[in-house]
């Protein structure tokens, strides 16, 4: 069965490690002689309680984060955070930076303006978001209860390769789509938080890694299952966690873990997207909507200037067993996601299709 995977290049739900699903496959009925799947299991038995508590662990460990942070498995996708982290955090001083550099931070931007005073640090949509801005031409205040960006932008394929530099204001960070791609020195943030149907696991968990001296100060009108505060004292577990997600989460990370971690991830990263690119730039027809410097690593956004061209584009190389190369809808064109479970052989065969697409068009 495994040897009729496509290469499924989806920027979400997305591939996940064969190891993982095949694992998760044959304990589906019966995990590990306890005569359950871990869908039937109460989240407060033991035997979920170690799964739960060896995932986190093993998020720690491979992401190094430190003492003083708290990692939290919650539900309501990315976009949930887009209204937990104001609602948490823009209490302080009642104002926040924001990067607007696609769509995501664009959406998280106009939900914080609800709860407070926004000033845009940079918006790139003078471009087209094809760029990301350097240190220097961020606009930061100083009095910012945070810093918001998006570490890359899914949609159209840029992608910050700096941390930046804000001072004593803490750095907030949607990484749904790089997280586990690269070392990170989480130190650096307030919180990192992420969709895990990206880089992770199934879609339903969004993981978020908050420092813990940023909880606790949720405007009086916050929801109860916003909080950061509760679910820090909660384990997660005010109420049922994405239970299935977190062992899937599991999965992943021995995968990770057994594929050189996040510096193996970075090896891999580099190799696939350099190849694409190095293939798309020698090409005729092709263009990279991203600049040079900005490009991401995880997603290739791309096109050739005529949309029936890109049509037959996507629909040959469906034919040929790469699928969902179709780019979103407001970027057009295509768009390779090239997540950490997207084997190296993949992006082999699909470079090899460009060249011979470039060539007989
Ligand atoms: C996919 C994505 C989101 C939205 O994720 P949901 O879990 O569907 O809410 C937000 N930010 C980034 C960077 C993404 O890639």
Avoid at 66 to 78: S, V
Avoid at 149 to 167: L, Q, R, S
Wanted: hydrophobic share 35%.
């Amino acid at each position: 069965m495994s040897d009729q995977r496509v290469y499924n290049f989806a920027a979400g739900p997305s591939m996940l490690p064969l190891s993982a699903l095949e694992r998760a496959g044959s304990e589906i009925a019966n995990y590990r002689g306890s005569g359950m799947s871990v869908m039937e299991m109460s989240h407060r038995s033991k035997i979920f309680m170690d799964i739960f508590d060896e995932t986190q662990a093993k998020l720690r460990r491979l992401m190094q984060v430190p003492e003083g942070y708290h990692i939290l498995f919650l539900q309501t996708g990315a976009s949930g955070q887009f209204s937990m982290i104001p609602l948490n955090l823009i209490g302080r001083t009642g104002k926040a930076d924001y990067a607007v550099t696609g769509n995501f931070s664009g959406l998280a931007c106009k939900e914080a303006g609800k709860y407070g005073q926004i000033h845009l640090a940079c918006d790139t949509s003078d471009r087209g978001h094809c760029y990301i801005p350097r240190q220097e031409e961020l606009d930061l205040d100083p009095e910012a209860s945070y810093f918001y960006y998006c570490a890359n932008n899914t949609i159209y394929g840029t992608e910050w390769d700096y941390v930046p530099e804000t001072g004593d204001v803490p750095l907030v960070c949607d990484m749904s789509s790089d997280i586990l791609s690269m070392p990170v020195d989480v130190s650096r943030f307030g919180l990192i938080y992420a969709g895990a149907q990206k880089n992770m696991a199934p879609a339903g968990l969004t993981v978020v890694i908050i420092k813990d001296d940023l909880a606790g100060h949720h405007l009086p009108f916050t929801p109860l299952m916003m909080e950061y505060q509760l679910q820090i004292d909660k384990g997660s577990m005010y109420n049922t966690p994405p239970c299935w997600c977190i062992y899937m989460l599991g999965l992943t990370l021995d995968w990770v873990e057994e594929n050189g971690g996040l510096e193996g991830m970075e090896r891999l990263r580099s190799l696939r997207s350099g190849m694409l690119y190095d293939v798309l730039d020698g090409s005729r027809l092709f263009t990279c909507h991203a600049d040079k410097g900005s490009r991401s690593g995880m997603n290739v956004t791309f096109r050739t200037g005529s949309e029936e061209l890109d049509a037959k584009f996507v629909k040959e190389a469906a034919e040929a067993g790469f699928l969902n190369l179709k780019g979103h809808r407001m970027t057009g064109g295509m768009r390779a996601s090239i997540y950490n479970a997207m084997p190296v052989e993949g992006v082999e065969g699909l470079c090899r299709f460009i060249q011979t697409f470039d060539r007989d068009n």
